[in-house]
Nanobody, 126 residues
């Protein structure tokens, strides 16, 4: 199973980007898909996740009101729409997935994710 993220790039503050993540490999229908990010010199942090079993989506506080996750179950693709981007959003964004359902409170824990993409770089700068 592979996750391939795309859509990163350079954007000015206040701008928008849409990231995409496709799964490939064996037939794979993960329950949980989401995004983490890692800024230079900082630890990886949770951004958002959504479950095919319901109960979400869940967002980090910095993402609420600006970011939106969506999912095309038929294509096993997840999207991250990012609006009103700020310089502090500059990071490598990683797509993640987990096959089995897990409690909502654990969605922000990177250790519960079973599959990771290579990441796509987002730079917010004027």
């Amino acid at each position: 199973v592979q996750l391939q993220a795309s859509g990163g790039g350079l954007v000015q503050p206040g701008g928008s980007l849409r990231l995409s993540c496709e799964t490939s490999g064996r037939t794979f229908s993960p329950d949980l898909m989401g995004w983490f990010r890692q800024a230079p010199g900082k630890e990886r942090e949770f951004v958002t996740a959504t479950s095919s079993g319901g109960g979400g989506p869940r967002y980090a506080d910095f993402a609420k009101g600006r970011f939106a996750i969506s999912r095309d179950k038929a294509r096993n693709t997840v999207y991250l729409q990012m609006n009103n981007l700020k310089p502090e959003d500059t990071a490598v964004y990683y797509c993640t997935a987990r096959g089995r359902r897990i409690v909502f409170s654990s969605w922000s824990d990177p250790d519960v994710m079973e599959y990771w993409g290579k990441g796509t770089l987002v730079i917010v700068s004027s």
